[in-house]
């Protein structure tokens, strides 16, 4: 518990460092610019992010083995520069050691099929267990988004769009004034199409050795993202009382995996995704098919708090989440509502388009500087897009 609260602490610490070094930096210190992008829209080919299959019928500790021998540099690299990060901080290397002895036991509380694929991937990474299994806790913890669900009220068409945005206090390169983590990440993301009984059931984006969905689509059903909530007693709590008595709580991108996988209406997707018990706090973003069909769930490890409906007849055509409760205001450093929502309000419920909603998710700060990439999901045909992004003179975070 001490050392999980040292570790979020130096995060924040190494974060605020960089970023007044940056500050003083020889370049441009970079500022919202505020304003709404209208050409981001069909980005180029070349950004566009590779595809793979997973078969969820194969043995769970091979199934990923393609994608990991692809990108086994940057899964290397990525797990080289957390260990990198601790050492800073615990120079005798005791936190290393806890993890390389420690976190291996740990895997076996995790559900078969996680498990088997956790260890599927050290063993093809050549990573060790322990270090695989904090890269994927990581995720649960740190990532920094913008989700939107927005529906056309002359089609009825759903959109639902997601910018990923990671690697914030986790290292800063000063020679090339990027945040280390996120270039990392930039080589190592792709789009995989799930395979069950010879079909095709989901597509999700993600990155390569990472086993939890932090966004997918299930055709002429549902598409589900995931945002980080920062909440004090947050993900460190939830994850210290699974280690040590609720042996049941779950990672929240499980449960939106298993939705996906298991589940095959938006109201029991829902339902699920707002009852079941998780360790840790985050939101979900939900879409139908159906008018009215999107959702905003707020979720604490065991409740769901105000859940915001789409309500096209109250003028809510679309909701757009960051990381912040939706009744409350967000913190004033980090601002991307307020922008997301003004470059929103620009369209309107009989014109939104997946263009519109691109071009918003490509507009500073929405688009920042630990943007990895966006992903386009239509729920009524499973359909996909993704694309790597890189604005080096948009906001810091
Ligand atoms: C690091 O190790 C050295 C030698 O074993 C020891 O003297 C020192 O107290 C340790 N420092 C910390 C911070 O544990
Ligand atoms: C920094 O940029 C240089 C030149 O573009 C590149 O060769 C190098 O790999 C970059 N460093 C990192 C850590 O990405
Ligand atoms: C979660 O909520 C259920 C039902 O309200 C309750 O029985 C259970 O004890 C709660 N679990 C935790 C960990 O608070
Ligand atoms: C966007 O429009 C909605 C609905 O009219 C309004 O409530 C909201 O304040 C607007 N947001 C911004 C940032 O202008
Ligand atoms: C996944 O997305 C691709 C590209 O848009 C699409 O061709 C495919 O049908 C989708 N798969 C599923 C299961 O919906």
């Not at 649960?140 to 002359?154: D, K, P, Y």
């Not at 307020?338 to 909603?357: A, L, R, V, W």
Request: glycine share 6%.
């Amino acid at each position: 518990m001490v050392f999980l609260r040292f570790l979020n602490f130096s995060m924040v610490v190494v974060g605020i460092v960089l970023y007044i070094v940056n500050s003083y930096s020889s370049i441009p210190d970079p500022t919202p610019q505020y304003g709404c992008v209208t050409d981001a829209y069909p980005p180029q080919e070349k950004y566009k992010l590779p595809w793979f299959k997973v078969d969820l019928d194969a043995d769970p500790r091979h199934r990923w083995d393609e994608i990991i021998t692809t990108y086994q540099e940057p899964i290397n690299d990525i797990v080289e520069q957390l260990v990198h990060l601790v050492s800073i901080f615990d120079p005798n290397g005791t936190i290393l050691k806890i993890v390389d002895d420690m976190m291996p036991a740990l895997v076996l509380k995790f559900p078969k099929e996680y498990r088997e694929e956790i260890e599927g991937i050290a063993d093809a990474s050549g990573v060790k267990l322990g270090r695989i299994v904090v890269y994927n806790i990581f995720y649960e913890l740190f990532s920094v988004c913008t989700s939107i669900v927005a529906e056309n009220g002359q089609t009825g068409e759903h959109f639902h769009a997601r910018n990923l945005d990671f690697g914030l206090f986790m290292g800063w390169d000063m020679q090339n004034h990027t945040w280390t983590v996120s270039q990392i990440l930039r080589r190592m993301e792709f789009n995989v199409e799930f395979i069950k009984d010879g079909a095709p059931l989901f597509n999700m984006s993600s990155f390569a050795g990472y086993v939890g969905t932090l966004n997918g689509v299930k055709g002429g059903k549902y598409s589900i993202s995931l945002n980080e909530r920062f909440v004090l007693e947050g993900g460190f709590v939830g994850l210290y009382e699974w280690i040590v008595k609720h042996e049941d709580l779950y990672f929240p991108t499980w449960l939106a995996r298993d939705i996906l996988t298991e589940t095959h209406t938006y109201d029991e997707a829902l339902n699920t995704l707002q009852t079941r018990a998780i360790l840790a706090p985050c939101y979900y973003i939900v879409s139908g098919i159906e008018h009215n069909q999107g959702h905003l769930i707020t979720r604490g490890l065991n409740e769901s708090l105000y859940p915001l409906q789409l309500n096209a007849e109250e003028g809510r055509w679309y909701l757009l989440e960051t990381n912040y409760d939706h009744w409350k205001k967000p913190f004033f450093l980090d601002n991307r509502r307020t922008p997301g929502e003004k470059c929103m309000n620009e369209s309107s419920y009989d014109t939104i388009s997946k263009s519109h909603i691109f071009n918003v998710l490509s507009s500073d700060p929405v688009l920042n500087q630990l943007t990895v990439f966006t992903t386009l999901m239509d729920p009524q045909t499973g359909q996909m897009e993704s694309y790597r992004q890189f604005c080096p003179t948009c906001y810091i975070w």
